[in-house]
């Protein structure tokens, strides 16, 4: 028997491992909680089946074509790309929001401390990812 995806061979094991946990894990507490049956099932499920997978030469070079195909790579891209420009600007109104707050509690200097806080946390993450994203279009500018 030959694994020809090790990527889905070790995920499945990951998963077949997890899931056979749940189970133990309910046995021995004697207790089931809905999330973790459903977790169970889902791994039970996946595991195997990332196995079988990997197993198959057919399937295994079916699933390295989706990997590298260009639509995908673009959407993922595309997908991080969106992620963080919504982080950015929420970052943004935080820091907007904690120096309006900081402004408002005037009369009290525990309220401005927390606000300034958050203001001073989200500004630094903020102008951290600035610069990120600033340094890597310089580096792909130059790359490509």
Known sequence: MKIYHKKNFLWGLFFTLMGAAFLVLFLVRGE???KS?????????LGPGL?????????????????????????????QSMAFRIVHYLLLAVCLLSAVGAVLSGDNPEGQLVYG?????????WFVSLVTEALCQHHYEKRL
Do not use: F, T
């Open 32 to 34: 089931v909680r809905p």
């Open 37 to 45: 049956v459903v977790l169970c099932v889902l791994s039970l499920l």
């Open 51 to 79: 196995l079988l997978r990997s197993l198959d030469r057919g399937l295994s070079r079916q699933d390295k074509i989706d990997e590298l195909d260009e639509r995908n790579i673009l959407i993922q891209l595309r997908a």
């Open 117 to 125: 806080g958050m203001l001073v946390v989200s500004g630094v993450v």
